[in-house]
């Protein structure tokens, strides 16, 4: 029902010609047809030219007699018989049956009054069959002109209201029901067709979710249908077309810039690892358990598989059975001991002839152990003011919590199976698994995560054993640092064999080496564990020699009363391999082991790039030769460490914001003294580490062929010896100290026993071939 407003305004009709008075020729008139008195038809009136307009009264104020009738009359075009079967009006009862409950504001109809639609044509037939009956009040035809008149004016103010009913109509959101399965109708309903009329309207049919699904309806899901959707309108204006176009514009420019800029921060050298940019692991092992089967006491404990961040290749059945005081949980009952790692080498079940078969090992360093400028991702998001600078540092600001889910993406995403099988392709057949104590057990005021790497290491293992390669375990922290170092837990000063605690952490360590060589004397480690490292590194040069050899001694001893038969590896100190000559050579099943690089020794960063591959092939063969023989050494010897680097330049390789050699920004550090002059082969101004850190696609071909030939040479005189292992298989952006990344870039061998260089031959002259001293 339109609102007061919309209602049309009437002429009052002028007195008829008679004389008499309106009201007694409509009383007359009832009497005449036993028409009731309180259905008088609406009176007309004329307003008188001296009258100003009347004001149209608003919806509030308006009143209407209960009796009064309508005051609208509709101009129909169609016939009569057209108006009686298609047009057919609701009476006043009827619409009040089907809208009971209309509120306080709205208008109501007496149960008397008629439609509001009247036909004019209906109206004149009145007048006309009843003129005789009526001749004594007969209208004029000045009155019949005027009627005419106002007849015409209504008719054209009905087809503006239908327009406007029309618009309205489009604007009106209809909210149709879903049916999920089936196409469903709703409720037929009466409602204002098209032509101003009343009647049965049906709703639109509402389109399924199945059928949307098969695709044989445009029907948007949800069943909702605008007024716009149903007219073909189009459902976006021009401004809103013009803003999604700018949102595109500014996606398509800055989107790329941000990748290169991610690309650039995150490898700006070319490394072939991540710390934890991969996916999260699907954890698929767990479908099958319930965490009903967890016991109560283990819940969100090292040993409930469902608060681990990564199960694969776990077995996630519940245990708590340890040896040695170490869980098994995540360990398979079986293993397979028959695989080789490549055609040259004897399966896992079959003796290794160490100090005849040389080792061709590679390390999986900064994944157990920490080390920054391996993943610098985990450090270089904090201020150097913060001083984070290490795995104790990163994990006492990280806290508790958050420590244990940054450091132990890091274990699931940085070194994973498929680095094991790329190892075993690359021609490797061993690796070098570092890890710290904190994967065994904490101690008071430590921060570290503690046990979580236990697991990954039993895994590591397993995937070793897996692609047949044999496994040197390295425990590269002890309690205290042993050599004060970051990679050892905790840069600063030494507190293991030395200050208050040094004592202590000593006994600590060699508790820590009865649970774990109980733990890898079982039966399964037996062919895959080859060898077993009592201390990374320990910085001799700092410590008491004596109480150094003394401790090894004993933690030596320790793993033989385990019931440990493989052979036991022990640094070097950095005394030099020819101190070692007599000393722990009373104990057999021990090797040497020797880290050898030339850039962190001032006098070995200073040769030119011809004299480098000289060293290797002399220096370094010189010395292991010299540690082979047992009256000049100590005796089986191999080399645990090495790079083909020869720039110390590499981001944070002196500790976190310390310099470099090379460019003489070196400050003093647990590690070194100040360096404060360049010591590049031109110790000059001129000495830059930008070309030695560019991304290895800008490497001239000559430089290329120089790293080749470094680490050719490097190889080739430690096979002297029992051979070597690589530092290290990946890093985030070192590519000098990433075989990985080396391999992709052409600067160390596709295969580990396919070399053209093996110091035979004379060392070119690569000044001469235009290569920089200084870069």
């Not at 023989?629 to 981001?651: H, I, K, N, V």
């Not at 390789?653 to 590690?671: C, F």
Request: net charge positive.
């Amino acid at each position: 029902m339109p609102s007061p407003s919309h209602r049309n305004v009437q002429t009052r009709p002028t007195r008829p010609s008679n004389g008499r008075t309106r009201h007694a020729a409509e009383r007359e008139e009832r009497k005449e047809h036993g028409t009731p008195e309180n259905s008088r038809t609406p009176k007309r009136r004329t307003q008188s030219p001296e009258r100003s307009p009347r004001r149209e009264r608003t919806p509030q104020k308006r009143t209407r007699s209960p009796d009064r009738r309508s005051r609208r009359i509709v101009v129909e075009e169609e016939n009569e018989s057209e108006s009686e079967s298609e047009l057919e009006p609701r009476t006043p009862q009827k619409r009040r049956e089907k809208s009971p409950a209309r509120t306080a504001q709205t208008r109501r109809r007496s149960p008397e009054r008629k439609s509001k639609k009247f036909v004019v044509e209906e109206k004149h037939k009145s007048y006309e069959s009843d003129t005789t009956a009526r001749s004594s009040n007969p209208l004029s035809i000045d009155s019949l002109a005027k009627l005419d008149a106002l007849n015409e004016k209504t008719g054209g103010q009905v087809k503006e209201r239908e327009k406007r009913d029309r618009v309205w109509s489009e604007k009106k959101t209809v909210k149709e029901k879903v049916v999920t399965g089936r196409v469903a109708k709703e409720k037929v309903k009466h409602r204002r067709r098209s032509d101003g009329t009343y009647g049965k309207v049906e709703r639109r049919r509402v389109v399924s979710g199945p059928l949307l699904e098969e695709g044989r309806s445009k029907r948007a899901r949800g069943g909702f249908v605008s007024a716009d959707e149903r007219k073909g309108k189009r459902r976006f204006g021009k401004r809103c077309w013009i803003a999604f176009g700018v949102v595109v514009l500014l996606l398509i420019i800055l989107i790329p810039v941000a990748i290169v800029v991610s690309k650039k921060k995150s490898a700006p050298s070319g490394g072939s690892g991540s710390s934890t940019s991969g996916s999260d692991p699907s954890n698929s092992n767990l479908n099958g358990v319930s965490e009903n089967d967890i016991p109560t006491a283990a819940k969100n404990t090292i040993l409930d598989p469902f608060t681990w961040y990564d199960t694969t290749n776990f077995n996630v059945t519940y245990t708590n059975d340890t040896v040695g005081g170490l869980s098994i949980m995540g360990l398979n009952s079986t293993w397979n001991d028959t695989t080789q790692a490549n055609q040259f080498v004897p399966a896992l079940n079959q003796v290794w002839a160490y100090g005849t078969m040389p080792i061709r090992g590679v390390n999986l360093g900064g994944w157990l152990s920490i080390e920054p400028f391996i993943t610098p991702s985990l450090f270089n998001t904090y201020q150097s003011n913060q001083n984070i600078v290490d795995e104790y540092t990163l994990s006492n600001i990280l806290g508790p919590t958050k420590a244990a889910q940054v450091i132990e993406k890091h274990y699931s995403q940085f070194i994973t199976e498929d680095d094991f099988a790329s190892i075993q392709a690359a021609g490797f057949d061993h690796v070098r698994i570092p890890y710290s104590y904190w994967a065994v057990t904490t101690y008071p005021g430590d921060p570290y995560v503690p046990k979580i790497s236990w697991r990954y290491l039993l895994r590591g293992i397993e995937y070793a054993r897996q692609y047949g390669l044999r496994v040197n375990l390295d425990l590269h922290a002890l309690p205290g640092s042993q050599n004060g170092w970051n990679h050892s837990g905790r840069q600063g000063p030494i507190g293991w064999l030395n200050g208050t605690d040094g004592a202590l952490n000593a006994q600590r360590s060699l508790d820590l080496h009865t649970q774990l060589s109980t733990f890898f004397a079982q039966p399964r480690y037996q062919n895959v564990i080859t060898i077993y490292g009592l201390v990374n590194e320990p910085k001799m040069t700092a410590l008491s020699q004596s109480a150094v050899v003394d401790w090894t001694a004993s933690a030596a001893q320790i793993v033989r009363k385990s019931g440990m038969n493989q052979t036991v590896a022990f640094g070097d100190g950095f005394l030099g391999i020819e101190k070692w000559q007599g000393q722990l050579q009373g104990i057999s099943g021990l090797v040497l082991d020797a880290h050898e690089y030339t850039i962190f020794d001032a006098g070995l960063i200073a040769l030119n790039h011809t004299a480098k591959v000289q060293y290797a092939c002399t220096g370094w063969t010189g010395q292991m030769k010299l540690s082979e023989d047992t009256t000049t050494g100590y005796g089986p010897t191999l080399c645990g460490e090495w790079s083909q680097a020869d720039t110390d330049c590499t981001t944070y390789l002196n500790d976190v914001n310390a310099g470099t050699r090379w460019e003489g920004t070196l400050q003093s550090t647990d590690r070194t003294v100040a360096v404060l002059s360049p010591d590049c082969p031109s110790k000059s101004s001129s000495c830059s580490c930008s070309s030695a850190n560019a991304n290895p696609s800008s490497y001239s071909n000559t430089y290329k062929s120089w790293l080749m030939m470094n680490a050719e040479a490097q190889m080739s005189s430690f096979e002297s010896a029992w051979g070597w292992f690589y530092w290290t298989w990946t890093t985030e952006s070192a590519t000098q100290w990433d075989w990985k990344a080396g391999m992709a870039n052409g600067i160390l061998p596709s295969k580990t026993w396919n070399r053209n260089f093996n110091c035979t031959s004379a060392v070119p002259d690569f000044a001469g071939q235009g290569l920089s001293e200084n870069y």
